[in-house]
């Protein structure tokens, strides 16, 4: 049995299983170790597997209620044609959700597993890069109608440039010397940048309920047609803006080196994926308001830049968040993720005439 499931016992397993509305059947439990956050496990009814197991960190996400009750909301809207709908399956009480008793306790949720899928945590294909803005834009398209009052904050101030330079700022004051000296590029690079990123913010924004997490690897794929099917991962869906969204999933698809990569020279900005990603979202018709694409390079710069300022506090408070291999990974993570903002930033007239020329309605005369 594989080391993540020993957790839980077979028996567990079942017992878990049986709190759900589903056939009694002789079932077995596969563990699927990409995520970080929670306990997944793919169940099977005999070679085919049907469901998605998974135990909810509720050290992380503390309302796991609230969670639950954004996920079950959202999927009301997300279904269509084009947009393959998964199911949350309710627990004999009726609940979304199953509450395991102590000693173990624990939140466990169940959901329809899509069969022949897949995800890709990189990308060269501009197919790919298409479908990926297709359907990240059929998700904010379809969830535009949403009403924001049902939903609760997962993660409060998630993306708050304002909160993360507070906790930078807090960290500098309590660092060890050392570091902050092995750091002094990435600290005067976070500076500079906060004042730019100050001088581009576009307000008065349409808050939408968004993924809030959309990099390339929490959308599946049909492995057989190449199509987008859906966005998987939405512990952190609540009220954002579409500029996150759009800066996350364009982080992880126009840049093909990995998110700590040492070497810069392969931290890249692929112009033929970020155009095939725009034309992707563009399939969907011209949902974004003129202000709302006017942010989008803006949120290219945005995302990168928190994430790396989050390794850097992170680095400077002794590596107390993330996970490390070495010492020295947050700072190497920061660095890559602080090149890719820069390399973004430089690109920025670039984006401006991408992103308007592909979803500016030819109609609309106040941009």
Not at 89 to 117: C, F, L
Not at 171 to 185: C, E, G, H, Q, Y
Not at 232 to 246: Q, S, V
Not at 261 to 289: M, P, W
Request: glycine residues 4%; negative net charge.
């Amino acid at each position: 049995m594989a080391q993540s499931l020993m957790k839980y016992s077979e028996e567990e397993l079942y017992t878990i299983l049986n709190g759900f509305e589903i056939p009694k059947k002789n079932y077995t439990f596969q563990p699927l170790t990409d995520g970080f956050i929670n306990d997944t496990f793919l169940v099977f009814d005999d070679k085919t597997p049907l469901f998605i197991l998974q135990r909810v960190n509720h050290l992380v996400f503390t309302d796991v209620h609230s969670l639950m009750n954004n996920i079950s909301h959202a999927f009301k809207h997300l279904k269509s044609d084009d947009y393959t709908e998964i199911i949350l399956v309710n627990t004999h009480a009726g609940k979304n959700y199953y509450e395991q008793p102590e000693p173990k306790k624990g939140y466990w949720r169940m959901m329809t597993y899509i069969d022949g899928s897949t995800a890709y945590n990189t990308t060269n294909d501009a197919a790919i890069a298409f479908e990926a803005g297709r359907v990240v834009g059929k998700f904010n398209l379809l969830l535009q109608n949403a009403n924001v009052t049902e939903y609760i904050d997962t993660i409060p101030q998630f993306h708050d440039v304002n909160l993360r330079k507070k906790q930078f700022r807090e960290a500098l004051k309590t660092a060890d010397t050392a570091k902050i000296t092995r750091a002094t590029n990435a600290i005067e690079f976070a500076e500079k940048t906060l004042v730019k990123l100050k001088s581009m913010q576009i307000d008065n924004l349409p808050i939408r309920i968004c993924h809030n997490d959309t990099k390339l690897n929490n959308i599946l794929f049909s492995k057989k047609t190449q199509k987008a099917l859906c966005l998987i991962d939405l512990d952190t869906l609540m009220k954002g803006y579409f500029h996150y969204d759009f800066g996350d999933a364009i982080r992880t698809i126009v840049n093909t080196a990995a998110e700590d990569e040492q070497d810069h020279s392969k931290i890249t900005f692929e112009k033929n994926l970020f155009e095939a990603f725009v034309n992707g979202l563009a399939h969907n018709g011209s949902f974004l308001s003129a202000a709302e694409i006017a942010a989008l390079p803006y949120g290219v710069l945005l995302m990168p830049f928190l994430h790396g300022i989050r390794a850097l506090t992170d680095y400077l408070n002794n590596n107390i968040y993330y996970k490390v291999a070495y010492e020295e990974q947050n700072l190497d993570r920061c660095l890559s993720l602080f090149d890719f903002t820069q390399k973004a930033i430089n690109e920025v007239p670039y984006m401006q005439q991408v992103t308007v020329n592909n979803l500016v309605s030819k109609g609309d005369q106040n941009f």
